[in-house]
């Protein structure tokens, strides 16, 4: 049996709710968020139901003191607001989902099995030692990125990664997957700006045979990552018609190929990223406000390298290891050089610049003379 605690001033709700769950869930009820918090210390439900608008505490104020307690329960919030800011702030507490208020049974019991589900993953992925090792920092940056990764991570939530090229976004991308319930399932990458408009909802939403001049039948990206994530870079170079029907498949939850009738359910996790600014292109018409406000429900920001001039050591032994040359010393004075220089090609730039520094070292100690930057 699951053990729902659904913390909720109205009587009716709790009436309704507890003759409608299946019969794999018991429900407790408790009326105010002190007793919520009470509940959740004397009874460890399995998950809890939180009204956003209690009579004694702000929701938002009493899921911090859920989250802070001792491997907490996974926490889905119920809320009639849908603003961006409310749903940011509810999973930055600790919420693993929320719900728009009046809400189907169905959508209801989705959340509840999946909030269970993402708590497993959680506890199984904080047991396993080393899953953000490949993110390689130590500046303050970093650490709030690896620690939105692992709460994001929880929830099915849209995310918007934003960042310069070569940053790091689609490593980003990869550890919410591997840090969420959807671990086991498919990761699929495909970089929007790389395939021409003509091609673009092919590519995304698949095709069926003859729906245009030697078109075959053919699943798109969304059907590949059905049961899984996927990435979807650089979202600021997509079509405006693209959009569109963007829009329409993440909010509808299915894809329909094209050419083709028939509507496919979907069980995807979408994360975007773009080097773009898309409130401006926005607010210039380049971009539909109505898909941004969607797929930004969950915003991280991966700092420039030139933020994070501490983590500029620590990145260069690591792809010097990666070349294979672990042992080589890196001497002052091309730590120096590194440490001064403004990376407008982030990441990928300082990968480069060591790969030709081990050939001019020639198997010696890399030193300044040997470090070429753009």
């Known amino acids: 049996m699951v053990k729902v605690l659904f913390v909720d001033d109205d009587p009716q709700a709790q009436r309704t709710l507890d003759l409608v769950l299946p019969e794999q869930y018991t429900l407790q009820s408790a009326y105010s968020a002190r007793q919520g ?4 210390k004397r009874d460890r439900p399995d998950v809890v139901l939180l009204d ?11 899921l911090k003191q859920i989250a802070a307690q001792p491997l907490p329960p996974p926490v889905v919030m119920l809320t009639a607001m849908n603003a961006p800011r409310v749903v940011k702030e509810a999973i930055l507490a600790g919420a693993c989902d929320y719900i728009l208020k ?4 169905p959508e209801l019991i989705g959340a509840l099995r999946t909030a269970v589900a993402g708590a497993d993953a959680r506890r199984a992925v904080c047991a396993e030692p080393g899953l953000m090792d490949g993110m390689i920092g130590e500046s303050a940056g970093m650490h709030e990125v690896k620690e939105l990764i692992l709460r994001y991570a929880a929830s099915d939530s849209p995310i918007l990664l934003l960042g310069e090229s070569g ?3 689609e490593l980003a991308a990869r550890l919410v997957h591997d840090a969420s319930r959807r671990r086991k399932g498919p990761f699929v990458a495909i970089n929007c700006g790389a395939i021409p408009d003509t091609l673009i909802e092919t590519e995304l939403f698949g095709a069926e045979k003859g729906a245009f001049t030697d078109a075959v039948a053919r699943p798109g990206s969304f059907e590949q990552a059905n049961g899984g994530t996927l990435f979807l870079d650089e979202i600021g170079e997509m079509s405006a018609a693209a959009q569109s029907r963007l829009l329409r498949v993440i909010e509808g939850r299915s894809v329909t190929r094209v050419g083709g009738a028939r509507a496919l359910p ?5 994360v975007s990223a773009t080097n773009r600014d898309l409130k401006a292109a926005v607010g210039a018409g380049g971009f539909r ?4 406000y969607r797929l930004g429900v969950l915003p991280i920001r991966i700092p420039p390298l030139r933020e994070r001039a501490v983590d500029v050591p620590l990145l260069a032994v690591h792809f010097l290891c990666l070349l294979g040359r672990a042992e080589t010393e890196l001497a002052a ?10 990376w407008p090609g982030n990441i990928r730039e300082l990968r480069n610049v060591l790969e030709r520094a081990v050939l001019a070292a020639e198997g010696g100690p890399i030193r300044a003379r040997h470090i ?3």
């Open 37 to 40: 918090i009470d509940a959740v």
């Open 52 to 62: 956003i608008t209690l009579p004694d505490m702000d929701g938002i104020a009493a």
């Open 102 to 105: 009046p809400y189907e049974l």
């Open 167 to 169: 940053t790091g976004k």
């Open 266 to 270: 979907l069980d995807v996790r979408v």
């Open 289 to 292: 406000g109505d898909l941004f």
């Open 333 to 342: 004075d091309a730590r120096q050089t590194l440490g001064g220089h403004h």
């Open 372 to 374: 070429l930057l753009d």
